[in-house]
């Protein structure tokens, strides 16, 4: 099949049984690749109301048709299971070269089905294929254990590993590669910890087949040659995602405290020109990326290296955290990636921790004795190893804040930033009503990279709730992904702003199958009607409840800051999802319709 | 005493389409952000001379200013 590696692997860890099966043709065509296999294989295998940590539950790991190949940024790999953290769907993207390397050893999917009795890491090159002894690895970090397994195997072998935090079931653990590059969201590293699978490695020669070669040649030509026209390149390579601190300070969108403002006064000593200057040592770049974005930094203070911070981590264990410092946030981040925690969820949980110690409802008696205000790296830099290793007041952070508040009560529920269950990302939305409704709608909890819309509130007015906006907001959404779908990253279309025309030839020539962006974007409508039916599935009373924000977003307004007094009415909010409802083909309910079903070809999953 | 401000993206339709414009020298760049009639929140990126400023930045004799429009895909 061309475009495709061919196979999907699967590995039962129970019994070590490993099989490989042709990668089916229909669904390839129905779902691409990705993140759509990745719901396609979860709804289909996984039954309803399986435990996360369960045996039922599976581990899908997917490339695309793009990944591996000479396409901008084709090094995007998706990881999809039942999510732990929130009970819903998980999908984890990965940057890096992962996915590069399962396309090369003849692989579209990985399954990993079961739990093994014992420590393992899975080691694929071509067509070997085993499961061995991880026992000497377990309880190491993921930085330590990459290095360690890069050494035996050599460089050529990409590895994924989980930390400490994946192995003890933290639910917002994550999976880490290439030294710093994450399938951070949803819990995935603890998925792959209850299967006591530490880590993949992965090496693979074969050649990817195409269906025009010269066609496929001079469409990727066409698609580098745009990004190295950009207007923006030199910038962007130059700051990376850093390079909006400032302008989201300035606009009010830096969370700041726990999202009470938008806005930072130590938020300059953050932005992307002052952590170039003083920590950046070089740019690091994923599989045949021309635009860098990733950048490695050393820090003076603590003499650590860390690929990052980027702005997510940025925000929430930055300014969120009342941190003002960048080598402050740096350490945190590597602490997060070597302990294998999402710096986001975590920085989130922690600004929750401290806005409760500030109110007294934490005392140190409760925080095993950390003073925990806002600004105290010390403290967040020890809290970050209790929450990865369930020490103590970790333990229930390790949680993430819907469960943490719940437990705690007194008025905290109000103040955990989620939606679903997951943590919000680095977005304050008291006056962006667009990325508001982006972050209650999101597949996966409230999670910014399926609908950026944050600069399209600046453009056409903050405040406004209109149907163009829930529009633009269902748009981004089914087409956005596409590119999670394709494996490839979205960052040359959204931040070079390339035209994605250039990529429709290419997909052409590699896969031979002629598809338009309209045929594209049902695949996308299609995705996501699915993975709303699976929360449906798998929650009992699934429906508009779940789909509010935090109460903080039309309850409190910032006191400071460039959105000082503003804030979002609650009518609105409801008004955004009657709009949201009426224009996906959802009930009022937020169910989609027999008719929306029908017209997707969803039948078969609707239980 | 002046400098050139290249705008890109949206924001050349600010002024008429071109790609840019001379500005007086000591003014900042938010003062010459307004006299052109731009909302200083659509502006995500300021570059003097290949480093990024701030809005608040002096724009000093024969700068070279560029102008990134906020961007998010599918402008």
Redesign the interface.
């Known amino acids: 099949m061309n475009g495709y590696g061919g196979s999907v692997l699967r590995v039962n860890l129970s019994t070590g049984q490993i099989q490989k099966q042709p990668t089916p043709q229909d669904v390839a065509r129905d779902f691409l690749g990705g993140r759509g296999f990745g719901i396609y294989f979860l709804t289909k295998e996984v039954p309803p109301k399986a435990d996360p940590f369960g045996q039922e539950n599976k581990m899908i790991i997917s490339s695309g048709p793009f990944s591996g190949l000479m396409i901008p940024g084709a090094g995007k790999c998706d990881w999809t299971t039942k999510s732990p953290l929130t009970g819903g769907y998980a999908s984890a993207s990965l940057g890096g070269h992962f996915t590069a390397e399962l396309k090369y050893a003849g692989l579209d999917s990985i399954i990993l089905e079961g739990i093994s009795p014992k420590p393992v890491y899975l080691f694929i090159d071509d067509n070997q294929v085993e499961l061995r002894d991880a026992s000497h690895l377990w309880g190491k970090g993921s930085i330590t254990v990459e290095k360690e397994l890069k050494e035996q195997y050599g460089e050529e072998y990409q590895i994924a590993t989980i930390g400490p935090a994946g192995e003890n079931g933290v639910l917002f653990a994550h999976i880490n590669h290439d030294y710093g590059r994450q399938a951070g969201r949803g819990g995935v590293g603890a998925v792959l910890g209850t299967k006591k699978v530490k880590a993949i490695v992965l090496h693979g020669t074969k050649s990817i087949p195409v269906a025009d070669l010269p066609a496929y040649r001079q469409a990727g030509i066409n698609l580098f040659k745009a990004c190295k026209d950009a207007?923006?390149l030199?910038?962007w390579q130059?700051?990376g995602t850093t390079?909006?601190v400032?302008?989201c300070d300035?606009?009010g969108a830096l969370p700041t405290r726990n999202f009470t403002a938008g806005s930072f006064e130590d938020g300059?000593n953050l932005?992307?020109?002052v952590m170039r200057k003083t920590i950046v040592v070089s740019d690091k770049g994923c599989f045949a990326c021309p635009s860098p974005c990733g950048k490695y930094s050393h820090t003076r203070r603590y003499n650590t290296y860390v690929e990052g911070p980027e702005y997510e981590t940025i925000g929430m264990l930055g300014s969120d955290l009342g941190l003002g410092n960048i080598e402050d946030v740096a350490q945190a981040n590597l602490l997060c990636d070597d302990l294998g925690i999402d710096t986001i969820s975590t920085g989130g949980v922690i600004a929750w921790a401290m806005e409760c110690f500030e109110r007294g409802i934490f005392t140190k008696k409760d925080t095993d004795g950390l003073e925990l205000k806002f600004g105290n790296a010390q403290a967040v830099f020890a809290l970050i190893e209790k929450i990865a290793r369930k020490d103590g007041f970790g333990a229930l952070l390790a949680e993430g804040v819907k469960r943490a508040s719940q437990k705690t009560g007194q008025g905290s529920e109000k103040f955990a930033i989620h939606v679903k269950g997951m943590e919000q990302s680095a977005y304050a939305t008291h006056n962006a009503t667009a990325m508001l409704l982006a972050y209650m709608t999101c597949d996966v909890g409230a999670h910014h990279n399926r609908a950026?819309?944050?600069?399209?509130d600046?453009?056409v007015g903050r405040e406004k709730v209109t149907t163009e906006k829930v529009a633009r907001v269902i748009?981004?959404q089914n087409?956005?992904p596409m590119f999670d779908v394709l494996g490839a990253c979205?960052l040359q279309?959204?931040?070079l702003?390339i035209d994605?025309d250039l990529y429709l030839p290419a997909l052409q020539a590699i896969t031979g199958i002629p598809r338009s962006w309209k045929d594209l974007e049902t695949v996308g409508e299609r995705i996501w009607n699915l993975t709303r039916l699976y929360w449906i599935r798998e929650i009992d009373g699934f429906g508009r409840e779940w789909d509010l924000p935090a109460p903080r977003f039309y309850e409190d307004a910032p006191k400071t800051g460039a959105t000082a007094g503003q804030i979002t009415r609650f009518e609105d909010v409801q008004k955004l999802l009657d709009y949201y409802y009426e224009q996906r083909g959802w009930s009022k309910n937020g169910i989609p319709t027999p008719e929306t079903i029908a017209r997707l070809n969803l039948e078969q999953f609707v239980y | 005493m002046a400098a050139i401000l290249k705008l890109f993206g949206i924001l050349k339709k600010y002024i008429q389409g071109a790609d840019q414009i001379m500005v007086p020298a000591n003014i900042t760049v938010r003062q010459a952000i307004t006299t052109l009639h731009i909302p200083p929140e659509i502006v995500a990126l300021v570059v003097v001379n290949g480093n990024q400023q701030s809005k608040e930045y002096i724009i000093q004799n024969d700068d070279e200013i560029k102008l990134l429009a906020i961007m998010g895909g599918g402008r």
């Open positions: 207007e923006i030199k910038e130059s700051y390079m909006v400032s302008w300035e606009v300059k932005y992307g020109p950026w819309a944050i600069t399209y600046i453009q748009w981004l087409f956005r979205r279309w959204v931040e702003s994605r």
